[in-house]
């Protein structure tokens, strides 16, 4: 990708400005492969390798298929390498799992790292302590304050209409404020569903896109077949913001909430500390049954292999730069 070489190398030569981000239960190896071998950076969260009690961690099983499978790819196809894979931790109290995923992380030597829901120093430690870099991801400029100076590498602005977990802020002013004073690595989250959106990211300040929903609805996600088809069948309008599935506020179908038997216009407000990412959730409701997704899935027409995807995007990013390029010359 030209223009990236202000970037860390992990982040180099992609091909398009782009990260397939973390989606719980749904990012698996097949679909973190698919997003590699695309050519852009593929990533999934360590706590959806979940084994049995008394199974050897499932994490180093997944790390090492992703891997081997990229080494295959790469050795087959020199002249267009997969890009790197990403993990995404939750740095959470009610998650039991992180020192030992840490340390299974440090041990593979994974390349990109992204900390969610809590900074902290040891987990960029752990990360640089093996050659990687670590992204953080922040709702507000004083968190990207904060992230930037417990030893993040970059960040991630999630902004209003992403999926999952958002923040309610405009994309244009979280960039903007977080520009002001931080030159490093900045990815944008947040309704990125389509090559001029990426482009306009870029416009706007950021680096990378940080695109979640569109990979839902591709043949190589874990997600129910109903889940990917409302995606499809879904826009901006069917989306409601709430806090009561998790405790946090984010995006979710509002179909999904109907099905389950509630009315997502009158939501009450979520407790934040019934939040829980250990083995005894107490709401399993939130991400199996009320589905999460952000507002750009306008964009999605089709249940498609997540390769389509990024062709797709990829040939919108350079029709809307050739457009501008004309308007502006
Ligand atoms: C179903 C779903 C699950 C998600 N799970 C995670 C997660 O486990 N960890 C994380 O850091 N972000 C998670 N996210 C947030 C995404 O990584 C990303 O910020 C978001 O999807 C980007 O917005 P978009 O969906 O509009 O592209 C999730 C998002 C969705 C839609």
Redesign the pocket.
């Known amino acids: 990708m030209p223009g990236d070489s202000h970037l860390p190398k992990a982040l180099q030569g992609l091909r398009i400005p782009a990260v397939a981000?973390?989606?719980?239960?749904?990012s698996v190896p097949a679909l973190v492969i698919a997003q590699c071998k695309a050519g852009v950076i593929g990533s999934f969260?360590a706590?959806n390798a979940r084994e049995s009690e008394g199974e050897a961690p499932l994490l180093e099983a997944w790390l090492k298929e992703i891997t081997e499978e990229l080494d295959r790819h790469n050795q087959a196809n020199p002249d267009s390498p997969a890009a790197p894979y990403a993990v995404?931790q939750?740095v959470h109290r009610s998650n039991t799992r992180l020192d030992r995923d840490l340390e299974i992380c440090a041990k593979h030597e994974v390349p990109i790292w992204?900390t969610?829901l809590g900074a902290r120093v040891e987990v960029n430690d752990a990360a640089h302590s093996c050659g990687g870099i670590a992204l953080h991801?922040i709702i507000n400029n004083r968190f990207a304050k904060k992230a930037i100076e417990k030893g993040a590498d970059g960040l991630?602005a999630?902004a209003a209409?992403?999926?999952?977990?958002?923040g309610p802020q405009s994309p244009l002013a979280l960039i903007s404020e977080i520009r002001e004073w931080f030159d490093g690595p900045l990815l944008l989250?947040?309704?990125?569903?389509t090559g001029n959106s990426l482009l306009a990211a870029l416009a706007m300040g950021a680096d990378l896109g940080?695109?979640?929903?569109?990979f839902?609805a591709t043949e190589e996600a874990n997600a129910d077949q109903g889940y990917k088809d409302m995606i499809v069948s879904s826009g901006a309008e069917d989306i409601v913001y709430s806090s009561l599935f998790t405790g946090v506020s984010g995006?979710y179908l509002k179909g999904s909430v109907e099905n389950a038997g509630m009315d997502p216009d009158n939501l009450p407000e979520g407790d934040v500390s019934t939040m829980s990412f250990g083995d005894k959730r107490e709401k399993p409701k939130a991400?199996k049954t009320i589905?999460?997704?952000?507002?750009?899935i306008g964009a999605v027409k089709d249940v498609v292999p997540a390769a389509e995807v990024v062709s797709r995007i990829e040939r919108e990013y350079h029709a809307a730069f050739a457009r501008l390029k004309d308007r502006m010359t």
């Open positions: 981000s973390p989606l719980f239960i749904i969260p706590l995404n939750i992204i969610s991801d991630i999630v209409g992403a999926g999952g977990h958002a989250s947040g309704s990125i569903a940080y695109i979640g929903s569109p839902i995006n991400w589905w999460g997704s952000g507002q750009g």
